[in-house]
């Protein structure tokens, strides 16, 4: 099993579309140190955790893979036929295929449909414009401006990573205040994501201006996982090393509790006075 992918028991909780909200722990007991909180939580309780949240928010291998195979049948098609709308129509057959196994297996409706819809998108752009290149034009755009959305948060202070991936360890933006080492791994999870997509859009979009659109379909295909593969495995190991997440959702649920402790204690005190009197 890769870093990322979705461990197969749940000890440390719920564990995304398989049972139980996704990043689920223990509530953390707060032990304030150089780096942040500590928790009682064993680490590899952790470690699973961190996986589970990992694998529902990027997909696991599944995800990768399914990223890829339309634009491979994309490329395939129209390298045997040299015609647009064929190789355009396969995609989206693939991607709508994929999706619907997403549903059949139970998948989130998140991974089962954001694939296709990029498909789509990319498929209306080759379908008007005749060139083969364009399918993969809407791919480029957004991973130039998801690489400046990553940089630019993580200079302002809010890392895109923590936003994404907070609320699935029940931290929400917890870790921006109490949690400074764990701002510190989103930073730098953040850093590499941005990065890392800038260097793909810094090769790619030279070749969409001058490369074969066989050629270039290819180069695509091959750029497809390793970047992503990366970037998650990055991410996996900054969140390793760092403190755990402070689980403000239990917190929020025990001062609830507290509270209608507190009210029903209140009410039972004031039955008893009236009792005397």
């Known amino acids: 099993m890769t870093s990322f992918e979705k461990p197969a028991d749940d000890r440390a909780g719920g564990t995304g579309a398989t049972g139980g909200p996704p990043g689920t722990a223990p509530a953390p007991a707060p032990d304030a140190d150089a780096d942040g909180p500590r928790s009682d939580v064993p680490q590899g309780d952790s470690h699973a955790v961190t996986q589970a949240a990992m694998a529902e928010a990027f997909g696991g291998i599944r995800g990768m893979v399914e990223t890829t195979v339309p634009g491979l049948v994309f490329v395939l098609v129209y390298t045997i036929g040299s015609d647009v709308k064929p190789s355009a129509i396969a995609a989206l057959g693939v991607s709508l295929l994929l999706g619907i196994s997403r549903l059949v297996t139970r998948g989130t409706l998140k991974h089962a449909f954001s694939g ?162």
């Open 116 to 277: 296709v819809f990029g498909v789509a998108i990319g498929v209306a752009f080759a379908m008007m414009t005749g060139n083969a290149k364009d399918f993969y034009l809407p791919g480029l755009l957004y991973g130039l401006g998801l690489a400046l959305a990553y940089i630019l948060t993580t200079l302002a202070g809010v890392p895109l990573i923590g936003l994404i991936l907070g609320p699935l360890f029940r931290e929400n933006l917890s870790w921006r205040t109490r949690n400074p080492g764990r701002k510190k791994a989103y930073s730098k999870a953040s850093w590499a994501w941005g990065l890392i997509f800038l260097a793909k859009s810094a090769i790619l979009f030279p070749l969409y201006f001058w490369a074969d659109p066989k050629e270039f379909g290819w180069v695509i295909v091959a750029l497809k996982i390793p970047p992503l593969l990366l970037a998650v495995t990055l991410t996996y190991i900054f969140l390793k090393q760092a403190p755990p997440p402070i689980d403000v959702i239990a917190e929020m649920e025990a001062e609830e509790k507290a509270e209608k402790e507190r009210e029903r204690a209140e009410r039972e005190k004031q039955r008893q006075a009236a009792e005397r009197e």
